[in-house]
């Protein structure tokens, strides 16, 4: 699997501005409860990298949480911790180690990730900030009792790629780099085994080619390059654009049933 080359991400993952997504949301009686983040002491020189890393897209991953998902209980974000990522359910965290955030960096570092015209500190930013939102979809479901059908690791892959997309000016940009993760992750494999079917997350190639059908699906002019001719063929790009319709529609749905009054953040 190829990288997609882009244009140089000029914004930068740190810059991106928010745009207003309208959200209609159900009066619950539950008072919405804020999301907050804690960084552990680092180690290393890596670690003090990682987290200058991520420093500049946590807070703002955390108010557009608490704008569009509030949720019912309090959750904390925990950097430097020795598990994850992964979102923990009995003490109501979201765990990021450094040493995962280094991973990711040297991913895109080895690859040359530049050359696609984005630096491997944005690609690494950009890849967070999906991380971030896929185990906030955990932590949101979770404490809201959301009904899931199917595979949640699937479901908050799309929210977590529809949230980016949907709430950044060059949200679609900033999902391609967390694709392209998965590309990078995907070449890990040599073999595969019964344990890569059994595991509760769809293989990285699939992870890959899913972000990507949603990204062209939001705009089929300007990711056109993401489609090949074999997929055009059997028509992908019709399902990729109805698919980025449905799931942005079945998401806001969800949002309306199960989200709590943002304005009453404590």
Request: hydrophobic share 40%; with cysteine.
């Amino acid at each position: 699997m190829g990288l997609i080359i882009r244009q140089a991400n000029i914004y930068g993952a740190q810059a991106a501005g928010l745009m207003l997504v309208g959200l209609t949301l159900l009066s619950i009686s539950l008072d919405a409860v804020a999301v907050t983040d804690r960084y552990l002491a680092v180690k290393s020189a890596e670690d003090k990298q990682a987290r200058e890393l991520i420093k500049p897209i946590s807070k703002q991953m955390l108010a557009l949480f608490d704008e569009q998902l509030p949720m019912k209980q309090a959750l904390t974000v925990i950097y430097g911790a020795e598990d994850g990522p992964l979102f923990d359910p009995d003490t109501s965290q979201i765990l990021i180690p450094y040493e995962f955030v280094t991973e990711v960096y040297t991913r895109f570092h080895h690859d040359n990730y530049q050359e696609t015209g984005v630096s491997p500190e944005d690609a690494t930013r950009d890849a967070l900030m999906h991380t971030l939102s896929h185990e906030y979809g955990h932590a949101y479901i979770y404490a809201n009792q959301v009904i899931v059908l199917g595979k949640e690791e699937d479901a908050v892959d799309t929210l977590a790629t529809l949230m980016l997309i949907n709430s950044f000016d060059n949200g679609a940009d900033i999902a391609l780099s967390a694709a392209d993760l998965f590309s990078l992750e995907d070449e890990d494999i040599k073999e595969f085994d019964d344990d890569h079917f059994w595991d509760e997350h769809s293989l990285d190639a699939q992870r890959y080619f899913s972000t990507l059908c949603l990204i062209y699906g939001s705009d089929p002019e300007k990711y056109a390059k993401v489609i090949s001719k074999a997929q055009l063929e059997i028509e992908r790009d019709s399902y990729c654009e109805e698919e980025y319709f449905r799931q942005t529609e079945n998401w806001d749905r969800l949002k309306e049933r199960y989200s709590v009054l943002p304005s009453k953040v404590k």
